[in-house]
């Protein structure tokens, strides 16, 4: 099991977009992801 943590932006489409090289092919793996946030949404207004 590898852990890779990322951080990103979430456009205002509200998607997440995510590239994450993992040096694997033709393999199945199994993605757990925890969203943690940096700032309160409440201070970016």
């Not at 099991?1 to 090289?21: F, R």
Request: charged share 20%; net charge negative; glycine share 4%.
């Amino acid at each position: 099991m590898q852990t890779i943590i990322l951080q990103s932006h979430v456009g205002s489409d509200g998607i997440l977009h995510l590239d994450v090289p993992v040096n694997l092919t033709d393999i199945e793996c199994k993605i757990t992801m925890v969203l943690e946030l940096i700032k309160s949404i409440s201070n970016t207004r």
